[in-house]
């Protein structure tokens, strides 16, 4: 199985920051990297896909990138409704395998 | 608007069975892929099984072969996950969700989630 290693587990910023959450595939994965948003309250939502594909619906200010085993999601300009959990998920090889997530709050 | 409702959930003994129900509506089911992806006590997300827009395809991560089976009814719009042979390690967050594209894309829709407990 593909293991991922999501960085880091907790974060720390300030509405109007940017920043970057990483993770790393035990192999390549070429593209096929996806992000999500947990809420509570709220159903998960798909942020990017294939690495850097912005889901229709997302803002602008969410960004991915990356290929092979390193990706990174960032987020620029924070806005108060982007503290939340987030994930990364490889769809490149069954079985899909998730990240341990990273908690971004409010500093 | 694309909504997902899982139930079904709810307190089991080791080596039982539970049967999840997901209702899906504002999207045509019967054209996508879906999915269950479960949430562990850690927080841990996996996915459990999948199924292909007509049924006849199935995958299963070793975690649960044998012990789970997801089904559809494309008439009733309704997703399902039949599991036995329940462990303490199943105890989760069970979402229904369903794959990006017609061709099982990611995850771009997710139910609110129904639990399952597992205890002896």
């Known amino acids: 199985d593909v293991q991922i290693t999501q960085s880091p587990s907790y974060l720390a910023a300030s509405p109007g920051e940017t920043i970057s959450i990483n993770c790393r595939a035990s192999?390549?994965?070429?593209?096929?990297l996806a992000w999500y948003q947990e809420k509570p309250g709220k159903t998960n939502k798909l942020l990017i896909y294939?690495?850097?594909t912005l889901q229709s619906g997302i803002p602008s200010r969410f960004s991915g990138s990356g290929s092979g085993t390193d990706f990174t999601l960032t987020i620029s300009s924070l806005e108060p409704e982007d503290f939340a959990m987030y994930y990364c998920?490889?769809?490149?090889?069954?079985?899909?395998?998730f990240g341990g997530g990273t908690e971004l709050e409010i500093k | 608007d694309v909504k997902l409702v899982e139930s079904g959930g709810g307190l089991v003994k080791l080596g039982g069975s539970l049967k999840l129900s997901c209702a899906a509506s504002?999207?045509?089911?019967?054209?996508?892929?879906m999915s269950w992806v479960r949430q562990t006590p850690e927080k841990r997300l996996e996915l459990v099984a999948a199924?292909?827009?007509?049924?006849?395809?199935?995958y299963y991560p070793d975690t649960v072969k044998g012990r789970f089976t997801i089904s559809r009814d494309n008439a009733k719009n309704t997703l399902y996950l039949q599991m036995s042979s329940l462990k303490s390690e199943d105890t989760a967050l069970y979402y229904c969700?369903?794959?990006?594209?017609?061709?099982?894309?990611?995850?771009?829709?997710w139910g609110q989630g129904t639990t399952l407990t597992v205890s002896s």
């Open positions: 192999k390549s994965i070429s593209k096929y």
């Open positions: 504002g999207f045509t089911f019967s054209s996508y892929y």
């Open positions: 969700t369903r794959q990006l594209g017609l061709g099982g894309g990611p995850f771009d829709y």
């Open positions: 199924i292909n827009s007509n049924g006849g395809s199935t």
């Open positions: 998920q490889q769809h490149n090889e069954y079985p899909w395998t």
């Open positions: 294939s690495g850097s």
